[in-house]
Nanobody
Framework: VQLQASGGGLVQPGGSLRLSCAAS????????IAWFRQAPGKEREGISC????????LYADSVQGRFTIWRDFPKNMVYLEMSNLKPEDSAVYYC????????????????????WGQGTQVTVSS
């Protein structure tokens, strides 16, 4: 039972990347999936969530309008499309799963998420 994040890399400012979160051993249909990121020396922050029951989405202010989250149920995958990337977006990105709706108890409350991927590095630099 695991999540695996992939798709990170080095990109120039203003560029785009698509991250993927693959679930195995369980179906994401019953889970809300969130993306978190952690930069060196900083707290892990939640940036986007897609809910289990209705696939509604939430975004942190820092990524609103630049990032898009969506899911592919048949493939058991969740994606994060990142555009207009900035150097401050550089971080290790993690996907995580929770059996609560994104809006329940706060979208990025860490205790809700009981499954975590291993992280993928995103570096935005010229």
């Amino acid at each position: 039972v695991q999540l695996q994040a992939s798709g990170g890399g080095l990109v120039q400012p203003g560029g785009s990347l698509r991250l993927s979160c693959a679930a195995s051993g369980f179906t994401t249909r019953s889970y809300s999936i969130a993306w978190f990121r952690q930069a060196p020396g900083k707290e892990r922050e939640g940036i986007s969530c897609i809910s289990n029951s209705d696939s509604s989405t939430l975004y942190a202010d820092s990524v609103q309008g630049r990032f898009t989250i969506w899911r592919d149920f048949p493939k058991n995958m969740v994606y994060l499309e990142m555009s207009n990337l900035k150097p401050e977006d550089s971080a290790v990105y993690y996907c995580a799963a929770a059996q609560y709706h994104c809006s329940a108890y706060g979208p990025f409350a860490r205790w809700k998420y009981n499954r975590w991927g291993q992280g993928t590095q995103v570096t935005v630099s010229s």
